[in-house]
Nanobody, 115 residues
């Protein structure tokens, strides 16, 4: 079965960096686009970034220039490098893939940006 497991979250000061990882299993990882979403406190889930199977990337305007999504198909893992973090980046971060019309989600990892 499809499994997505995020890691790498934590507490970081404004201006700091974190790298999130999402380990995938149960499907042909290299053939799937992978997405990152986040859910800030008391808000709905929002799109952060996507990387296609071909390696094309796209970002939400709020993170463009600060976040970088990448993938390692040999490790079945997608990454989200987050630099110049701001308090408004505080959220639970989820990775996601869509297959045959069904969305699959990980359990999420908490990122808190605070001094």
């Amino acid at each position: 079965q499809v499994q997505l497991v995020e890691s790498g979250g934590g507490l970081v000061q404004p201006g700091g960096s974190l790298r999130l990882s999402c380990a995938a299993s149960g499907f042909t990882f290299s053939s799937n686009a992978m997405r990152w979403y986040r859910r800030p406190p008391d808000k709905g889930r929002e799109f952060v970034a996507v990387i296609t199977d071909a390696g094309t990337t796209n970002y939400a305007d709020s993170v463009k220039g600060r976040f970088t999504v990448s993938r390692d198909n040999a490790k079945n893992t997608v990454y989200l490098q987050m630099n110049t973090l701001k308090p408004e980046d505080t959220a639970v971060y989820y990775c996601n893939t869509l297959m045959r019309g069904s969305n699959y989600w990980g359990q999420g990892t908490q990122v808190t940006v605070s001094s």
